[in-house]
């Protein structure tokens, strides 16, 4: 299976905002990114997205998409859309557990992980005819590749996915294939 992974395009957050589930619009147009992005993926695929607006708007530029709510960022609880400044220390306590911290009201990086894990058993179980494209978030576009990848959890941060870029997988039966990232 043919697997295109598209973070969305630049929200319209301010720096040093933290943000996750918080519903926010874009930086810049939707349709340009599609522009952009076309002659990248292949003539015809399964498109699959986020419900929140960032991953929504362009996705419908790319065609019509399947939404699913599994697909979403991380929900930062209390801390959505507030200052790092204003949480302050308290972040620490995510520095130090990364995939097990919960903000006030929010989930874990791991329980996020689960919930697109849960899809992507889903679509792997019964991939569709066509290449499988995807217009998510950070958080679980690094679960998805670097669970394809065999990566520990503890070092899916490193996987830098850049706003309204592509990065393409191949699943195999032997196994999976990073064709490349950040186009």
Not at 50 to 68: M, N
Not at 84 to 106: E, H, K
Not at 145 to 154: I, N, Q, R, S
Request: charged share 20%.
């Amino acid at each position: 299976m043919e697997l295109h992974l598209i973070r969305h395009p630049r929200p319209a957050v301010p720096a040093g905002v933290c943000y996750g589930q918080a519903d926010v619009g874009l930086a810049e147009a939707a349709d340009a990114i599609a522009d952009r992005l076309r002659p990248l993926l292949p003539a015809q695929y399964a498109l699959y997205a986020s419900p929140l607006a960032r991953a929504r708007l362009l996705a419908a530029e790319l065609g019509t998409p399947a939404f699913d709510e599994r697909l979403k960022e991380m929900h930062f609880g209390d801390w959505e859309l507030v200052p790092y400044a204003v949480i302050g220390t308290a972040i620490d306590a995510w520095a130090n557990d990364p995939m097990g911290f919960r903000a006030p009201g929010g989930e874990s990086a791991r329980e996020m992980a689960a919930r697109v894990l849960q899809w992507l058993d889903g679509i792997v179980a019964n991939p569709p005819a066509e290449p499988v494209v995807v217009v998510a978030h950070g958080g679980p576009l690094r679960a998805i590749t670097g669970h394809l990848l065999g990566l520990p959890p503890e070092r899916w941060l490193g996987l830098d996915f850049a706003c309204g870029h592509v990065s393409r997988l191949d699943i195999e039966d032997w196994g999976v294939v990073l064709k490349w990232f950040n186009r």
